[in-house]
Structure formats: structure tokens, C-alpha cells
């Protein structure tokens, strides 16, 4: 089946220090793939997404994410933390044409 | 864009009582997702519809969980009766299944307490 797996729960990074989240997924064909934020008492919100060309994709924020098939990965990736980042980061895979499988989420703490 | 829509935000409820949760999609989106959030379990999708049809309800826990859209611009999820255990935060989420069919956007969420 397919599935999302997000080995870390928790990470903490100092502000100013770079990032990397990681995702690996279990999917048979092309994955799409998502990056979504959730600030505390929130919804989610998109921060990135690969459906196919460049594996190297940009988000909002300041984020990137790179699709390694080899790997079957996709990390999330930022080059300076700030505290505002603060949040829980889920990553996601479409199955079955239009369901979102989700990870568990990492809990990023940014510490100054 | 008011984004997707949820009431109420917050809802607390004695075991046994009817809840119902409601969602307003973004203006335009054709699919709407129900989603709980818990501890335990993480983000699980309850049920999915597309043009006000649903699609998936195999996400749907037991017989005690109904979703409904009469229309495309309101959806509900209704438990009947209500456990403890199915406190969590419930969202909603509606995407265009034209473009980029799975950018899902999500409301804020209503956290439910059953107590």
C-alpha cells in the first residue's frame, strides 16, 4: 500500500541555521507529492508540490524540495531558519487518483 | 478569497449527543475532503466527495459517522451518537479537479470534545 514515512517527530534547529525534513514514500508509479505546514490551532497550509519535470521544486516561504527517485525521497529543505517556522511540517503523497496519504509530521522547533 | 470555511471552530458535547460539523468550500472547487486529526492516529481523509457526489467513504469509522453536500457550496459531517473517542480536530478541505487537481485547501479545523 502506498504510504508517507516522516522519520523524524521531532527536530530542533537554531534560527539562522539550515533545515532538512525528511520524506519517504512507498508508491509504485510517479508520485505527486506535497509539503504542507501547520501552525499551532491552525489548517494546513501548501507548501510545495512535485507532479513531474524538475526534481528541484520551490515553495512559499523560502522552502525547496527535491524528488529523489532512487531514494524515494522528498525532502523538505530551507537554507535559514526563522523562529516563525516554528510548526508541524506533514508531508503527503496522492494515491488511488485523488486522496491525500499523509505522514505523520515533524514537529520543528526553532530555538534562538 | 475567504478560504474554506468551518463552524463551529470549537465544539463541546456530552457522550451520546448528535454533532454536527459544517464546511463552506472555496467558490469554484468542485471536491471536498473531511479529514481528523488525532494524536494518535495522525491525519486521516473520513470521506471525499466530487461535484457534490461522494466519491470515497471507506475512511468513514463506523456507522455513527455521516457526510452530506446538498450542494456545491456547503457539505456536513454529522456523528450520531457522539463518543469520547471521536474527539479530534476535524477539517475540511476543497480542491479544483481541473489544474492542479490535488491542491487540497484546508479550513481551520473544528476541534470536537466529547466528554
Known amino acids: 500500500a502506498q504510504s508517507v514515512t516522516q522519520p523524524d517527530i521531532h527536530i530542533t534547529v537554531s534560527e539562522g541555521a539550515s533545515l532538512e525534513l525528511r520524506c519517504n514514500y512507498s508508491y509504485g508509479a510517479t508520485p505527486y507529492l506535497f509539503w504542507y505546514v501547520q501552525s499551532p490551532g491552525q489548517g494546513l497550509q501548501l507548501l510545495l508540490k512535485?507532479?513531474?519535470?524538475?526534481?528541484l521544486v520551490q515553495g512559499i516561504k523560502g522552502f525547496e524540495a527535491e524528488f529523489k527517485r532512487s531514494q524515494s525521497s522528498f525532502n523538505l529543505r530551507k537554507p535559514s531558519v526563522h523562529w516563525s517556522d516554528a510548526a508541524e511540517y506533514f508531508c503527503?503523497?496522492?494515491?488511488?487518483?485523488?486522496?491525500?496519504?499523509f505522514g505523520a509530521g515533524t514537529i520543528l522547533r526553532v530555538k534562538s | 478569497d475567504a478560504g474554506v470555511i468551518q463552524s463551529p471552530r470549537h465544539e463541546v458535547t456530552e457522550m451520546g449527543q448528535e454533532v454536527t460539523l459544517r464546511c463552506k468550500p472555496i467558490s469554484g472547487h468542485n471536491s471536498l475532503f473531511w479529514y481528523r486529526q488525532t494524536m494518535m492516529r495522525g491525519l486521516e481523509l473520513l470521506i471525499y466527495?466530487?461535484?457534490?457526489?461522494?466519491?470515497?467513504d471507506s475512511g468513514m469509522p463506523e456507522d455513527r459517522f455521516s457526510a452530506k453536500m446538498p450542494n456545491a457550496s456547503f457539505s456536513t459531517l454529522k456523528i450520531q451518537p457522539s463518543e469520547p473517542r471521536d474527539s479530534a480536530v476535524y477539517f475540511c478541505?476543497?480542491?479544483?479537479?481541473?489544474?492542479?487537481?490535488?491542491?487540497?485547501?484546508f479550513g481551520p479545523g473544528t476541534r470536537l470534545t466529547v466528554t
Open positions: 503527503a503523497v496522492v494515491v488511488n487518483g485523488n486522496k491525500l496519504v
Open positions: 466527495f466530487n461535484n457534490n457526489v461522494p466519491i470515497d
Open positions: 512535485y507532479f513531474s519535470g524538475d526534481t
Open positions: 478541505a476543497s480542491s479544483l479537479s481541473l489544474g492542479s487537481p490535488y491542491e487540497q485547501y
